[in-house]
């Protein structure tokens, strides 16, 4: 089913043993976080803003009020973000911008978003980030993956991986990094590269499709990638990768734009740039099957998805659309059900959210 199409334009003894070995893990429990004191029944949405118009910014909705700040960060801080927005994640009581352009990331209190420091990464183009045992690694598009010591928030590793490294994960105990070799288009890179987050080097090199986008992992079993291809001749596609043996266990055959992991669940979308098709489905990881019907159930017309994400305490879908990519976008919530429960406008180019959310207020939105 379309979100929308437009003509211009993601037995006994013996089974019951063979079912166990065969069932599907529950999730690991979330590590604690610390309380936060201010922003606490919110969301954060990081907007990307039109590349070297020096415009990112990041908004904030209040999920207990319904009222919405437009760049929460200009406003503590008298500043703008920078140029390029491409990643903003939470780690304890810190928020994180990755911010491309401006070669930086920018780390803030997440209870107010003032700034703590902005980390230089001059001539490095970062692009995603993620945290283990006290680390953030950074992937950065002239090949490697920078270490941050989140406590001295002092550059301390480095290691170089393939070309034009985009998304970035943990699982495992193991740094999974798609390169994507997207600078070198027509000739795009086809790996994973596996990393040891404490020596900082690569164990392995996993080849998958081409044009590797982003890297998830689920249970510390598997780490699920998908390809952009050339956008042309080669589409999208999903990989599963054994996270034990590293070797790739699974290809989907589903053109995979964007997804994102909740529970046993990965919710995908495609989208095609040419002709505007799109679509969000439901990928069950016990079944590896795909549904068959839409996930958004009301008829609510999704124009142009960017970005997907779920609050982790309800389930709760988040699916932004960029319309044309120049004009402020909007964030969407929907139930598990698939129907609309609100919606905001948020600033240019909205993709990545951020939750910080009380779950007693939460649970009865």
């Not at 910014?57 to 929460?72: H, P």
């Not at 139930?335 to 180019?349: L, P, R, Y």
Request: hydrophobic share 35%; proline share 4%; with cysteine.
């Amino acid at each position: 089913m379309h979100l929308r199409k437009k003509s211009s334009f993601v037995y006994a003894l013996l089974a019951a043993s063979m079912l166990l070995l065969t069932a599907c893990p529950g999730p690991e429990p979330p590590e604690p976080t610390p309380p936060i004191d201010g922003h606490a029944n919110g969301i954060y949405v990081l907007n990307e803003g039109t590349m070297e118009h020096n415009n990112s910014s990041i908004s904030y909705y209040d999920l207990q009020t319904g009222t919405f700040t437009s760049d929460v960060f200009l406003a503590a801080n008298h500043r703008g973000l920078g140029d390029t927005g491409n990643d903003l994640q939470r780690y304890g009581s810190k928020l994180y911008a990755v911010v491309n352009v401006s070669n930086r990331v920018e780390v803030m209190n997440f209870a107010d978003a003032t700034s703590l420091k902005s980390i230089s990464l001059a001539g490095k183009q970062p692009r995603y980030i993620c945290f283990l045992n006290g680390k953030a690694f950074v992937s950065c598009f002239d090949g490697d993956v920078v270490r941050i010591d989140t406590a001295t928030l002092e550059i301390d590793g480095s290691v170089r991986c393939g070309r034009n490294p985009e998304g970035i994960c943990v699982c495992n105990h193991k740094l999974y990094v798609a390169n994507s070799g997207g600078l070198d288009n027509p000739n795009y890179d086809n790996t994973v590269s596996v990393i040891d987050p404490g020596t900082m080097t690569v164990t392995k090199t996993v080849t998958v499709g081409i044009n590797p986008y982003l890297v998830e992992g689920y249970n510390d079993q598997y780490v699920y990638v998908n390809t952009r291809g050339n956008y042309m001749t080669v589409p999208y596609n999903l990989y599963k990768i054994d996270a034990n043996t590293d070797e790739v266990v699974k290809d989907y055959g589903i053109e995979t734009l964007n997804f994102k992991i909740h529970g046993d669940k990965a919710y995908v979308y495609s989208y095609n740039f040419t002709t505007s098709d799109s679509w969000i489905k439901v990928l069950d990881l016990c079944t590896d099957e795909l549904s068959s019907s839409s996930f958004i159930t009301d008829g609510t017309d999704i124009e142009t998805p960017y970005s997907i994400s779920v609050n982790p305490l309800n389930g709760d879908v988040y699916i932004t659309d960029v319309h044309n990519f120049t004009v402020t976008g909007d964030v969407y919530c929907f139930g598990q059900d698939g129907k609309k429960k609100f919606s905001f406008e948020a600033g240019i180019n909205p993709s990545k959210i951020v939750f910080n959310s009380d779950i007693n207020l939460i649970t009865k939105l």
